[in-house]
């Protein structure tokens, strides 16, 4: 029986993986280490800050045992330097650098912790500010401007993806570079008509051109026969 499953990793199966994410929380009271299956967990001691993974540190939050400090891109500064950038350019702005040496990829990279560079945003960046602006607005300075410039980032970089749908109809080629998790989740229903358009046509254009080319051919023996046939009555 085949699959009905749709092709990737759907939105719920995104925000599940960005739950691993590290960020970076100051707990309100101490608490004894934890052996987890991605790793030790040490001891939280008020008030030295501790990097947890997303899904802990929310739980923790909602038992008011810690406050989460929210990564450098995740206030209104930076989140208008990004925006003003995607206004000015059709490409999206540049992720944020690879730690040297590294082998890893989100979400075991240090993109949400405090210590996590400003001006860019991460794979997951669209995830995590959604989930620490419903659980924990109150660490955030400004969550209601922080919000709206969540949104109309999403809406700018929506509107580019779907300009890309354009440029892929057109037979030219498109950069996804800085494209985040949930994007793709959201814009893969229609990129993925598109493409399967795309492919459609060129399988028809392909099955066009074998069937003139099998059509010349057949005119051109018709045609040498002919030919001899003519010699031989000359």
């Not at 499953?5 to 960020?23: D, Q, R």
């Not at 280490?33 to 802990?56: A, D, E, V």
Request: proline share 12%.
């Amino acid at each position: 029986m085949a699959s009905t499953l749709p092709p990737g990793l759907t939105p719920p199966e995104i925000a599940f993986l960005c739950e691993m994410e590290l960020v970076t929380v100051i707990p309100r009271q101490r608490l004894e280490g934890l052996k987890l299956l991605g790793g030790p967990i040490p001891p939280l001691q008020p008030p030295y800050r501790t990097r947890l993974p997303l899904w802990l540190a929310l739980l923790l939050k909602r038992q008011r045992r810690a406050n989460i400090f929210p990564p450098a891109w995740l206030n209104s500064p930076s989140l208008s330097a990004v925006l003003e950038l995607e206004k000015s350019s059709a490409s999206f702005s540049p992720p944020p650098d690879l730690p040297p040496h590294t082998t890893a990829s989100p979400p075991f990279l240090p993109s949400a912790t405090a210590d996590a560079p400003p001006g860019a945003l991460p794979y997951h960046w669209l995830e995590i500010g959604e989930m620490l602006l419903d659980a924990a607005p109150d660490d955030i300075q400004e969550p209601d401007s922080v919000r709206r410039l969540m949104r109309d980032l999403r809406e700018v970089r929506m509107a580019k993806l779907r300009d890309g749908v354009k440029v892929l109809e057109g037979g030219r080629e498109v950069k996804m570079n800085g494209v985040g998790g949930m994007e793709v989740a959201e814009g893969r229903a229609f990129i993925g008509g598109v493409v399967d358009g795309l492919r459609k046509i060129g399988a028809s254009k392909e099955m066009s051109r074998r069937e003139r080319e099998a059509e010349e051919r057949e005119n051109g023996i018709g045609g040498v026969g002919d030919d001899e046939d003519d010699d031989m009555q000359g």
